[in-house]
């Protein structure tokens, strides 16, 4: 369980500095949350990090063209995937069209089509 002291130690000022950045947000604030949840890269609550998924609707003309997207999380809860998260750096806006579609697309892949969740700090 997570509790409203869980981050007691982070000192939140960095969120305001440039060199916070997206790797920071995953490894800082993210993977400490997942890991309370249960989540790591093995056993039935499963982390897929960076897995590269190839995208099966790009077409120009008749010509496909491979586009390879890369999700920063990939869950899987007992060999189903679940649910896709996407980290963002604490000065990107979540809702905005780029990052919206950027992790729609993730979502909505044939290969887990499931709840969509942006994360930032």
């Not at 000022?13 to 500095?17: E, G, W």
């Given at each position: 369980m997570?509790?409203?002291n869980f981050f007691q130690d982070f000192d939140f000022?960095?969120?305001?500095?440039n060199d916070f950045k997206e790797d920071a947000v995953r490894e800082e604030l993210?993977?400490?949350i997942l890991k309370k949840l249960g989540y790591k890269a093995y056993g039935n609550n499963r982390i897929i990090y960076?897995?590269?998924l190839s995208?099966?609707?790009v077409k120009?003309?008749?010509g496909k063209r491979k586009i390879n997207i890369i999700p920063d999380y990939l869950f899987s809860v007992n060999d189903q995937y679940t649910w896709v998260l996407d980290a963002k750096a604490p000065n990107e806006k979540i809702i905005n069209s780029d990052n919206v579609g950027q992790v729609y697309?993730?979502?909505i892949h044939p290969e887990r089509k499931r709840t969509i969740i942006i994360f930032s700090a």
């Open positions: 997570i509790t409203n000022q960095i969120l305001n500095s993210i993977n400490p960076s897995k590269t995208h099966p609707f120009i003309g008749s697309s993730y979502a």
